[in-house]
C-alpha cells in the first residue's frame, strides 16, 4: 500500500475514494425535527462541500435532492450570495457532486436537474427494510421500481449519466440484526451491477453497529462467488470501535470507496458513519505499520481535516439550533 493512498489538497492521486455524506445527516436531522433547508442552512453546507474537496480530500459529495431543490428556490429568489452560487455551480460543474434521490423522484431530477450528471439510487438490501422504509415489498422492486426509473432515466438523459445504487442495511440492518444474508445481498448487487443501463457501482450500507471482520469477509467473499468485481463496491461503515479492522479487511479484499460523514448523526435507519478523519487516521497508521515515514506535510494535512470536522459541527450546531 502506498505512502499516499488518500487524495489530499496536496497529492495527485489517490487509491482511496471517500465520498463525504455529511449533507444527507444534515438532511435526516432536519427531516426529524420537521424543519426545512434555511438559507442559512444552505450556505453552510455549500461551504462545507467546497471545503470537503478542497480540504477534507473528498472525491464525490453526496447531497439529497431536498437540498438540491432548496438551492434551485432560493437561486430563483436571488437569497444566495455570490460566493454561494459561485461555490455550488464550481462543484456541480466540476461533477464533485452526486444527487442521491428515490426512484419516485428520478423524473424530476432527470428533467428539472439535468445539470447533475451523478446520481445514487437508494435501494434495500432487505424485505424487512423494503417494506418498513421503502413502503413495498422487496421483489417487487427490483422487479418493478427499480427497472421503471432506470427507463425513465435512459429516455430523459440517455448515458450521459453515471449511476450509483445506495443499498440500505446490506451489511447489518436495524430489522434483521448484525447477520444479514450474504447470499441475498451479492445476489442482488450482481443483478444491479449487470444491467445495461444501470449501476456501476453498489454501496454496502452498515445499518447498525455489530458488523464483525469475518463476517465482512464472508460477504466479500460472497460477492466474488456471485460475480460481483469488489472494485465495484463501496462500503459506508458505521462508527465504532471496530472500523479500523472493517477498513483494513475491506482495503485488502480490493474496496477502494468509503461513505464518510464529516457530521457525527446518522441517516435514514443507520447509525452515523465513520468520518473522513476516520479513513485518514486508518492510512497513517497503516503506514506506520509498514514503515514508511510520514511526511510533514500529510501530518499538517491530518490536522487541517480534524480541525475542519470540529469547525463544521460547531457551524452546523449554531445552525440547526436557530
Known amino acids: 500500500m502506498s505512502r499516499a493512498l488518500v487524495q489530499t489538497a496536496t497529492a495527485a492521486a489517490s487509491s482511496i475514494l471517500l465520498l463525504e455524506c455529511f449533507p444527507l445527516s444534515v438532511a435526516s436531522q432536519l427531516r426529524k425535527r420537521k424543519e426545512d ?19 477534507g480530500g473528498a472525491t464525490k459529495i453526496f447531497v439529497p435532492l431536498s437540498l438540491v431543490r432548496r438551492v434551485a428556490d432560493f437561486k430563483k429568489e436571488k437569497q444566495l450570495d455570490a460566493p454561494s452560487l459561485h461555490m455550488w455551480d464550481q462543484l456541480v460543474g466540476e461533477g464533485a457532486l452526486r444527487l442521491c434521490l428515490s426512484c419516485a423522484e428520478v423524473e424530476e431530477a432527470a428533467t428539472r436537474f439535468a445539470e447533475h450528471k451523478n446520481l445514487c439510487f437508494w435501494v434495500p438490501g432487505g424485505p424487512l427494510v423494503s417494506n418498513i422504509e421503502f413502503k413495498e415489498k422487496f421483489d417487487t422492486f427490483y422487479k418493478y421500481t427499480f427497472p421503471h426509473a432506470m427507463d425513465v432515466l435512459q429516455q430523459a438523459r440517455g448515458e450521459s449519466c453515471s449511476v450509483n445504487a445506495w443499498m440500505c442495511s446490506a451489511l447489518t440492518c436495524k430489522y434483521e440484526g448484525v447477520y444479514v444474508p450474504p447470499i441475498r445481498v451479492a445476489e442482488t448487487s450482481a443483478a444491479l451491477l449487470k444491467r445495461d443501463y444501470g449501476p456501476t457501482t453498489v454501496v454496502w450500507e452498515q445499518g447498525i453497529r455489530g458488523l464483525t471482520p469475518r463476517w465482512l469477509e464472508t460477504c466479500f467473499k460472497t460477492a466474488l462467488s456471485c460475480g460481483v468485481p469488489l472494485s465495484h463496491l463501496a462500503v459506508a461503515l458505521s462508527a465504532d470501535e471496530r472500523h479500523p479492522i472493517l477498513l483494513h479487511k475491506s482495503t485488502e479484499a480490493g474496496v477502494a470507496s468509503f461513505c464518510c460523514s464529516t457530521l457525527p448523526c446518522g441517516f435514514g435507519a443507520a447509525h452515523p458513519l465513520i468520518s473522513s478523519a476516520d479513513v485518514h487516521s486508518f492510512v497513517e497508521g497503516w503506514n506506520d505499520c509498514r514503515g514508511e515515514d510520514i511526511s510533514e506535510r500529510e501530518m499538517d494535512h491530518m490536522e487541517t481535516i480534524k480541525e475542519f470536522g470540529a469547525l463544521l459541527e460547531k457551524e452546523f450546531d449554531r445552525c440547526l439550533t436557530v
Do not use: F
Not at 37 to 55: F, N, P, Q, Y
Open 37 to 55: 433547508w434555511a438559507v442559512d442552512r444552505v450556505k453552510t453546507t455549500i461551504l462545507g462541500c467546497s471545503a470537503s474537496v478542497t480540504a
